[in-house]
């Protein structure tokens, strides 16, 4: 009796709370990661502004190139399997970093960090979204929502503070969470019984066995706003920082704080996402996300003082957790090849920061912050126009009973 209690917490642990470990360990990675290369570039290697602008935009755009063409080279793996090998490949990458000393190869580790992570966060969101579907999947990916983006939350605090007491700190620590995040995985694949069990399939060309979900053709719709909405987000953290301190007057700690509420009220959001169903395969709350995002952009001008722009952060905030939201959750609904649904919504994503961060950058060197955010709402209500010509051309697909043949 006693070895069946000691054995049973193991038992009750699931590829769910491994997963959402696996997200918060590669958030706090990402987020100390980012800021710390920063600092670190500079410091050590002595880059310009533009070498690390290039140094970023070169992650950015080898993800989104490796998930459509490295990721699908490991199909033949299953998603834990696939999630091993990125692991490995990061943390090499980190190792190589720190033990060279040499300027380009820091650029070419990046890209090799970032094929590794082609393979890290499609295969980790395929492997949660194994056999779910509606209420059930939601609610799994608000748990994993709201784990890394708490990871998200902390990463850049602890990325300065251990940047302010040495260069290279941020880059150990983030090796060294790759190694706890390999022992997760090791740990639980060889004694978790509900682990070692789970044989998911594997993602290659085949169909999957996942459970039939109302085929939706919304993920367009979706797609388009996870695109526009975390554009505007990447314009207002590549110019409100500035905007805040040259024109505002306002301390850089509070800048700080300003964004840091835009972050904690993104994980309510996923949690508030998570517990309501009444978005889902709704075309209306799609383009809903976009009108407001417009009129957030247009108020935020208007924000000068620090209560008028706490609102606008918060809803900011609720608005990337929900385009985020929505377009995971309608790239998995009815999609037989998951994983490469989920790999176009990692690319929605990506390239809306790298487009608003560089948009962002030009906009405010040769306009304002207030032209930049006004021509940006203008972009996102005319994507709103589009999203519902296309909302309204996939309900009228499923009304008639069309089933999706788009090869997800």
Same mark, same amino acid.
């Given at each position: ?152 939350? =902390?990463?850049?605090? +602890? @990325? /300065?503070? %251990?940047?302010? *007491?040495?260069? &290279? ?119 809903? =996300?976009?009108?407001? +995002? @417009? /009129?957030? %952009?247009?108020? *935020?001008?208007? &924000? ?105």
């Amino acid at each position: 009796m006693s070895t069946r209690f000691r054995r049973l917490p193991r038992a009750l642990i699931g590829r769910t709370a491994v997963i959402c470990a696996l997200a918060f360990c590669g958030m706090l990675v990402a987020g100390a990661w980012a800021i710390g290369m920063t600092y670190y570039l500079r410091e050590v290697h002595s880059a310009t502004g533009i070498e690390i602008g290039c140094f970023f935009a070169l992650w950015a755009v080898t993800y989104v190139v490796s998930c459509h063409l490295v990721r699908p080279r490991f199909d033949r793996l299953r998603p834990k399997q696939a999630v091993a090998v990125g692991i490995a490949v990061m943390f090499c990458a980190k190792a190589v970093v720190l033990t060279s000393g040499v300027f380009w190869v820091a650029y070419a580790c990046n890209a090799v960090y970032a094929m590794g992570a082609s393979l890290y966060w499609p295969m980790l969101m395929t492997w949660l979204a194994r056999k779910r579907i509606g209420v059930g999947l939601s609610r799994r990916m608000s748990l994993y929502n709201v784990c890394w983006s708490a990871g998200a939350t =902390i990463s850049p605090f +602890l @990325g /300065a503070w %251990l940047s302010q *007491i040495e260069p &290279a700190l941020p880059l150990y620590f983030s090796a060294g969470m790759w190694i706890v995040a390999a022992a997760i995985l090791l740990g639980a694949m060889l004694f978790l019984p509900r682990i070692r069990a789970d044989r998911s399939f594997k993602t290659g060309g085949r169909k999957t066995s996942s459970p039939r979900d109302p085929a939706t053709r919304l993920r367009y719709a979706a797609w388009l706003g996870a695109f526009l909405t975390f554009a505007a987000i990447g314009v207002v953290a590549r110019m409100f920082p500035l905007w805040g301190t040259e024109v505002l007057g306002l301390e850089k700690t509070t800048v700080g704080w300003l964004l840091l509420v835009r972050t904690l009220f993104l994980s309510l959001g996923f949690a508030a996402m998570g517990a309501a169903v009444f978005w889902h395969y709704n075309s209306r709350f799609l383009v809903g =996300i976009l009108l407001v +995002l @417009g /009129a957030a %952009l247009i108020a *935020i001008v208007f &924000a000068r003082a620090i209560p008028a722009l706490l609102p606008v952060m918060f809803v900011l905030g609720l608005l990337q957790a929900a385009a985020y939201f929505a377009s995971m959750f309608h790239s998995t609904a009815g999609a037989e090849r998951r994983a490469a649904a989920l790999a176009v919504h990692e690319t929605m994503l990506n390239l809306g920061l790298l487009t608003g961060g560089i948009v962002g950058g030009l906009l405010y060197q040769v306009l304002t912050f207030e032209h930049g955010c006004v021509l940006f709402a203008a972009l996102v209500l005319i994507g709103a126009a589009v999203q519902t010509w296309v909302c309204h051309w996939a309900d009228g697909l499923e009304g008639r009973g069309t089933r999706a043949q788009d090869g997800f």
